[in-house]
Antibody, heavy 119, light 111 residues
Framework: EVQLVESGGGLVQPGGSLRLSCAAS????????MTWVRQAPGKGLEWVAN????????YYVDSVKGRFTISRDNAKNSLYLQMNSLRAEDTAVYYC????????????WGQGTLVTVSS | QSALTQPASVSGSPGQSITISCTGT?????????VSWYQQHPGKAPKLMIY???NRPSGVSNRFSGSKSGNTASLTISGLQAEDEADYYC???????????FGGGTKLTVL
């Protein structure tokens, strides 16, 4: 059974940093692109970043470029999102998702981890 | 890259059919056959319902179908059931630096 379990969320002050983790199991992690998607409270979904199977390609939504870094450790079946210079508008539930092999859609999602940026 | 446009809400009675639209541009919905639809119940993670415009993942009911015409994609749910009440989001590949864009979401109410 495919499982994705996020962790690392919490309350952080504006300008602070946080590192999210996503532990994957039930599939060959190293064979899939992986993605982070976020959802602000009461709002819609927003694609944040994704990373190729070997980590050689990474893409980001414009609003987080230069502040967030996506990475992965295939030996640990884990996906990460390092978030720096956090802003109030980064407050959201962050979901880890597996990219479907057909591309550009997400067939398995974690339960999400809440990041709150507030003083 | 702007979000795709969806109606804020739709409703239907049990057994009826409803259609949710998702309008983009030639740079996203109209330019690629990479439109997906997700169902999200309150407090839950999204679930993939349709991918590549009209394909259903294994385990998704055939009451759900997708289509596209020009810059507008559509999700149709036939034989509405109470359990279909949820938020629905479309998404599309964009080919730009923001690789994927979502719609604003549509709340489906089963009357």
């Amino acid at each position: 059974e495919v499982q994705l379990v996020e962790s690392g969320g919490g309350l952080v002050q504006p300008g602070g940093s946080l590192r999210l983790s996503c532990a994957a199991s039930g599939f060959t992690f190293s064979s899939y692109w992986m993605t982070w998607v976020r959802q602000a409270p009461g709002k819609g979904l927003e694609w944040v970043a994704n990373i190729k199977q070997d980590g050689s390609e990474k893409y980001y939504v414009d609003s987080v470029k230069g502040r967030f870094t996506i990475s992965r450790d295939n030996a640990k079946n884990s996906l990460y999102l390092q978030m720096n210079s956090l802003r109030a508008e980064d407050t959201a539930v962050y979901y880890c998702a597996r990219d479907n092999l057909s591309g550009w859609n997400f067939d398995y999602w974690g339960q999400g981890t809440l990041v709150t940026v507030s003083s | 890259q702007s979000a795709l446009t969806q109606p804020a809400s739709v409703s239907g009675s049990p057994g009826q059919s409803i259609t949710i639209s998702c309008t983009g541009t030639s740079s996203d919905v109209g330019g690629y056959n990479y439109v997906s639809w997700y169902q999200q119940h309150p407090g839950k993670a999204p679930k993939l319902m349709i991918y590549d415009v009209s394909n259903r993942p294994s385990g998704v009911s055939n009451r759900f179908s997708g289509s596209k015409s020009g810059n507008t994609a559509s999700l149709t749910i036939s034989g509405l059931q109470a359990e279909d009440e949820a938020d629905y989001y479309c998404s599309s590949y964009t080919g730009s630096s923001t690789l994927v864009v979502f719609g604003g979401g549509t709340k489906l109410t089963v009357l």
